[in-house]
């Protein structure tokens, strides 16, 4: 069974500074990867998914995620980070086929100090 | 174009209670799903759908129900609510058009008590 692990529960980053959390998955196949972000009160929004191709892969409000098959992962980034930015990030993996379902990590929850 | 809509945004049940939360889209996507986040645990799949007429069951579907008459929504069914069913309720749906990524709703916040 595919599963997704976010080992960081909390970051604190400086508005202005680089950002990465991490993400890493376990599947046998090639996996459909996404990360998604969800403010407070809110319901996810998608940043960016990796089907297949390029490994760097462009999403959203200047995040981007590298895939990198050899070390299972899929960390997101970006270089400045913004304090609109604070939210918690979700990585996600998932399958066309059998509902296209996505398991989800336990996320992560970014804080922005001004 | 609304996208994924949820009603009700809050609720309050008592112990023994039933509810059903509401899902519709109107992006004419054939694959919908209900998740429910609790802190710390990400987001644990309850039920999804393929198209209309046919469900089946996610990760956690005890004491739940659902159904798909129309391709719009998805509705889920909480009989005899348990305290254990304090949580927030996503619907989410998605289809070849969206490359599979996910339009989630706003979110269903329940609490049993």
């Not at chain 1, 990030?89 to 990590?105: D, I």
Request: proline share 4%; charged share 15%.
């Amino acid at each position: 069974a595919q599963s997704v692990t976010q080992p960081d529960i909390h970051i604190t980053v400086s508005e202005g500074a680089s950002l990465e959390l991490r993400c890493n998955y376990s599947y046998g196949a090639t996996p459909y990867l996404f990360w998604y972000v969800q403010s407070p009160g809110q319901g996810l929004q998608l940043l960016l998914k990796y089907f297949s191709g390029d490994t760097l892969v462009q999403g959203i409000k200047g995040f981007e995620a590298e895939f990198k098959r050899s070390q299972s992962s899929f960390n997101l980034r970006k270089p400045s980070v913004h304090w609109s930015d604070a939210a918690e990030y979700f990585c996600a993996v998932g399958f066309t086929g059998g509902g296209n379902k996505l398991t989800f990590g336990t996320g992560t929850q970014l804080k922005v100090e001004l | 174009n609304a996208g994924v809509t949820q009603t009700p945004k809050f609720r309050i049940l008592k112990i023994g209670q039933s509810m059903t939360l509401q899902c519709t889209q109107d992006m004419n996507h054939n694959y919908m799903y209900w998740y429910r986040q609790d802190p710390g645990m990400g987001l644990k799949l309850i039920y999804y759908s393929v198209g209309a007429g046919i469900t089946d069951k996610g990760e956690v579907p005890n004491g739940y129900n659902v159904s798909r008459s129309t391709t719009e929504d998805f509705p889920l069914r909480l009989e005899l609510a348990a305290p254990s069913q304090t949580s927030v309720y996503f619907c989410a749906s998605t289809g070849p058009d969206s490359n599979y990524g996910y339009t989630f709703g706003s979110g269903t916040r329940l609490t049993v008590v």
